[in-house]
């Protein structure tokens, strides 16, 4: 009598190729999920199109991926603002204007009125 008990060969291999393919499938996911902050929302269903996820799953990751582009929006417009807020603008424009010189060209034309 044979010991069912153990997996047969055939039975290990599929159950090592369906992890396998869960483990691929859950990396395409993260890894939209990490890049959705740079891509459109048609983007992100193009590239998750053939994963055939369920709709919940497909919503959930979109509006993640909407939440992180508004943080990320949200935290370089802070940065860029708490840069530009330091700057001494006159000081830095007179640096400016002591080492370049300027030169203004103008054309001047005066027409008759019809």
């Known amino acids: 009598m044979a010991d069912d008990s153990k997996p047969r060969r055939s039975d290990r291999d599929k ?20 890049s959705a ?8 269903r193009k590239y998750v199109a053939d ?3 369920p709709k919940e799953l497909l919503e959930a990751l979109l509006s993640g ?3 992180s582009k508004e943080e990320l ?4 417009a802070k940065e ?3 840069i530009i807020s330091k700057i ?8 400016f204007a002591e080492s370049h010189k300027f030169k203004i ?4 034309e005066i027409e008759k009125k019809r």
């Open 80 to 82: 860029i603002n708490g």
């Open 65 to 67: 991926a909407n939440k």
């Open 15 to 34: 159950d090592k190729d369906d992890r396998a393919g869960l483990s691929d499938t859950l990396r395409k996911v993260f890894s939209a999920g990490v």
């Open 88 to 95: 001494d603008w006159v000081q830095e424009l007179s640096k």
């Open 51 to 53: 994963l055939k996820l």
């Open 105 to 108: 060209k103008a054309e001047i």
């Open 73 to 76: 929006t949200n935290r370089v």
């Open 37 to 44: 902050a740079f891509m459109t929302e048609e983007g992100i």
